[in-house]
């Protein structure tokens, strides 16, 4: 199998080590790729959002199958395009990966499916914006509509913070605070059957401590050995499947990897967002514990036989990722700077780039990952943050605290959640 990987980040290192490990592939490309990828992959120039390149470049590689890793390309269609030239892919169509690209429309789904999630309005003046936050109340939720690189999310007990960042977007989704532990599940589906990965969770703050502004993620686990039994059955009978059964009802059925990001509340798992890919960083855990082929798995959903593919086998123990990010990061990440030590096993490239001399630089707010595993989340965490150590980056800044509450036993669930 020849696989065109569509993307250059931290999630599509993760995937194009997955896929060059499945038996069943002979090539990968990757477009445009990374210096990391490029150790594993060819690599090819393409505008990653262009549907009519996309497509060319697939045909011209004679790809047997196209992954699409970020977002962006999804929303502007680049997995119709493949798919008219006879291709398979993995990915939704633009229509339902509006999923992601609109909160609005992801609510509407989510209301039609019965699907539990925050109460919200849609608002698009100061006066209405108002309004929501007074119904609601601090902490205030304000989402931008459309797609924002997973940082168009503000979540604050400053009202004047909330009213500005609405301000700035625009269009926003205004929710209800949800109280609880965070959890994302993917699950890959064809549209009709549905199989989930791995619970994992990521950390979205810059800080220590959830502390500073949102980002798109500063490092991940799984698995969660505080999950309810029975969570992710849950999930799919009062989500997942209601969610896929309203889009096909509409004529637009979801294929590809549907991303739940859930909150256990004391009422229950409740939805905060879905996203229509693999969600970075926690695909660097989740693959990495993954023992079937990945190829093969993705290969099954773009082509509609993912109910006969066999169960998931995973490995033992656990996984983490902690990411390094660039000085100024999310504000303003700083690039350009050197990087050394990052041409060990288990660093996953993300913003990085070759220097006309062949250095290593940075080329992003998040730079690169280290990901580990281990017999437990303990070893998985020393031996991540072991990788991280190693790693030498001008103003480079990491979280301290990834996985540390789960290893210590201080998440607790509320009931019910």
Not at 6 to 34: K, M, Q, T, W, Y
Not at 204 to 219: A, L, Q, S, V
Request: hydrophobic share 45%.
């Amino acid at each position: 199998m020849r696989v065109l990987l569509v993307g250059g980040g931290g999630r599509e290192h993760a995937l194009a080590l997955g896929l060059a490990d499945d038996p069943s592939v002979e090539a990968v490309i990757a477009a445009p790729g990374n210096p990391g990828i490029a150790a594993v992959a060819e690599l090819r120039d393409v505008a990653a959002a262009d549907p009519g390149a996309v497509a060319a470049l697939a045909v011209e590689v004679q790809a047997d199958l196209v992954v699409i890793g970020p977002e962006a390309p999804l929303v502007a269609g680049v997995a119709d395009a493949v798919r008219a030239k006879g291709i398979a892919v993995f990915g939704p169509s633009a229509e339902a990966a509006r999923l992601e690209g609109s909160k609005t429309f992801a609510k509407e789904i989510m209301t039609a499916a019965g699907v539990p999630t925050a109460r919200a309005y849609t608002c698009t003046d100061a006066e209405s914006t108002a309004k929501a936050l007074d119904d609601f109340g601090a902490p205030y939720v304000v989402k931008n509509d459309g797609l924002a690189a997973g940082k168009g999310v503000v979540v604050t007990d400053d009202r004047d913070a909330a009213l500005a960042h609405a301000r700035d977007c625009g269009r926003v989704v205004i929710e209800e605070y949800l109280d609880g532990p965070e959890v994302s599940l993917f699950v890959v589906t064809d549209g009709e059957a549905a199989v989930p990965l791995l619970p994992a969770q990521d950390f979205k703050r810059i800080g220590d401590g959830d502390t500073g502004p949102n980002t798109g993620g500063m490092g991940a686990y799984a698995p969660l050995p505080w999950a309810p039994a029975g969570l992710v059955d849950e999930v799919m009978a009062d989500v997942v499947h209601p969610t896929l059964t309203e889009l096909r009802r509409r004529g637009t059925p979801f294929a590809g990897l549907l991303y739940v990001g859930l909150a256990l509340t004391a009422a229950g798992p409740r939805v905060i967002e879905f996203n229509a890919r693999f969600g970075d960083p926690e695909t660097q855990v989740v693959l990495a514990l993954l023992e079937t082929p990945l190829a093969g798995l993705l290969h099954a959903a773009a082509t509609g036989t993912l109910a006969a593919h066999p169960p998931l086998r995973w490995r033992d123990g656990a996984a983490v990722t902690v990411v390094v990010a660039a000085e100024g990061y999310p504000a303003s990440p700083r690039t350009g700077d050197v990087i050394t030590g990052a041409d060990r096993a288990g660093i996953i490239h993300a913003g990085t780039r070759r220097g006309a001399d062949g250095a290593l630089l940075s080329a992003g707010g998040r730079v690169l990952c280290g990901t580990a595993t281990g017999p437990d989340l303990a070893a998985a965490r020393d031996a991540a943050y072991a990788l991280v150590s190693g790693v030498e980056l001008a103003g480079s800044q990491h979280r301290t605290d990834i996985a540390a509450a789960a290893v210590d036993g201080r998440i607790t669930v509320p009931a019910g959640g």
